[in-house]
């Protein structure tokens, strides 16, 4: 097992200036991990930062090179970033191994595929490698819109890191490797068809406390009426998002007894090839999609 010793603390507290210096909320990680090195709630000293309450990781990651300097001169940390804090959203491209299985999907083929159906390119931003061979893909986030963690919702093997996350810095050493920044500096904003994807369906309105079937049913008909619609007028680079999308929105009337699988599936793989894509890229799509939907919308919303 690789050991760091005190000629590992100048790069790394070099790592976690750096990092800070582009506006990353750093914290830090155990010697040789990836786990946080700051004290549990149960342990809480309750002074310093936590003077006021149990501060966690997050709250406590910073940009502030004093806080900085005085962490990583006593002890060579790993560097971690807060990615929320920080504005982030990092892709986590994993490798079979890293899924503890060879027969697991690529993460980068995965993800390649998909930003190929989107009919985009591979997006070019900021990257890192990980110590087990994985990508990190690092974006900013839009203004004022506050995205979380997901798991296999971009596709398998592709996980993200927003708020409640965070990510190793290049720089950081483990057993396994080093992290290791792949190329130039500059972090793209999220693309908008990524956004798309990431962000949950639109919540239903609040339905009135005494709900009529037939009512239900027409809601549920216009909202498959108008996302036909959209799905089939989506112009190239974005076909392929607003038919995730909108199935993603469907799924939670097929849920709920509202709307038939089937019909779903068969009005969006219409609208889907109106727009130009293949009957096989629709069915694809439309299949995840539609299964994460149903999964996630269990729960009807309350009815007399």
Known sequence: MTQLTDSRRGPLLAAALTAAERGWHVFPLRPGGKLPALHGERTCPRTGPCGEG???????????????????SRTPFNVGIATGPSGLLVIDLDTPEHKGSSDAPDGAATFGALCERAGHAVPDTYRVRTASGGTHLYFTTPPGIRMTNTQGTVADSVDTRAWGGYVVAAGSTTPAGTYEALCGSVVAPLPSWLQSILQPAPKPSQAPSVAVVGQTSRYADVALADETRSVASAQVGE?????????????????????????????????????????????????SALDWSIAHNQTRRATA
């Open 239 to 287: 076909r392929e998002a607003k038919l995730f999308r909108a199935a993603r929105a469907l799924g939670r009337f097929v849920a709920w007894g509202d709307l038939p699988r089937h019909v779903v599936e068969q009005a969006l793989q219409a609208g889907g090839e109106a727009a130009g894509l293949s009957a096989a890229e629709c069915r694809s799509t439309l299949r």
């Open 54 to 72: 149990h501060r966690k990781w997050e709250q406590q990651a910073t940009t502030n090179p004093d806080r900085i300097r005085a962490a990583w």
